[in-house]
């Protein structure tokens, strides 16, 4: 079946510093999408990239989906303390339901 | 615009017994997702739901089942409950479209005693 595999796991850094997570799907998917959970919250919806090679930025986080659409990439430009939680990616193949990847729990030390 | 609840918040049962939770999605939002999420293993795909019918399982035992009532709310039973089912489990609504975001509801906290 398909799988999505998240890397890093974890991710401690210091607040002002960069933060990318990347995710790779066994797959070609049809669209990705990033979810950010809060400690003791839920997921909550970021974005959905659906085409080849597209880019999406929202103000420091900057998304990409690549080329053959089987990765994509979050990146944080100078993290803040509300930067802190899981981020998620998840991809859909088709019609089938969303992969959730294992997440990357980002941690900022002030 | 309510979001998606859940109830109970949390849920302590014993080895053997049956646990019932339940969501209700956003208003208009044909489509119910139930995930559980347990300690370090990310979101792991359980059911989905739509206009009342299963479009599909994850990969779990057929003791995790559930349905889809005709006003779109819908129910995750797991029978004979098992210590490592001890986890959130998040149910989530979509409404079918270009964008497939799916909204989550804040979880039931399931403990299996």
């Known amino acids: 079946g398909q799988q999505v595999m998240q890397i890093p796991q974890y991710q401690h850094v210091q607040e002002g510093e960069d933060f990318t997570t990347y995710c790779n799907s066994s797959t070609t998917l049809s669209n990705i999408q990033w979810y950010k959970q809060r400690p003791g919250g839920h997921p909550v919806f970021l974005i959905q990239?659906?085409?080849?090679?597209e880019v999406k930025k929202q103000k420091r986080l900057t998304f990409q989906f690549g080329e053959a659409k089987k990765n994509s990439s979050l990146h944080i430009t100078a993290t803040q303390t509300t930067d802190v939680g899981t981020y998620f990616c998840a991809g859909r193949a088709g019609s089938y339901q969303l992969t959730f990847g294992k997440g990357t729990k980002l941690s900022v030390i002030p | 615009e309510a979001g998606v609840t859940q109830s109970p918040t949390h849920l302590i049962k014993t080895r053997g017994q049956q646990a019932t939770l339940r969501c209700s999605p956003i208003s208009g939002h044909t489509s119910v997702y139930w995930y559980q999420q347990a300690l370090g293993l990310g979101l792991q795909f359980l059911l989905w739901y739509d206009e009342g019918e299963e479009r599909n399982r994850g990969n779990f035992p057929p003791r995790f089942s559930g349905r889809q009532f005709p006003n779109y709310s819908s129910e995750l039973n797991v029978n004979a409950l098992e210590l490592e089912d001890s986890a959130l489990y998040l149910c989530?609504?979509?409404?079918?479209?270009?964008?497939?975001?799916?909204?989550f509801g804040p979880g039931t906290r399931l403990t299996v005693l």
């Open positions: 990239l659906v085409k080849s090679g």
């Open positions: 989530a609504s979509r409404l079918p479209g270009l964008i497939d975001e799916q909204f």
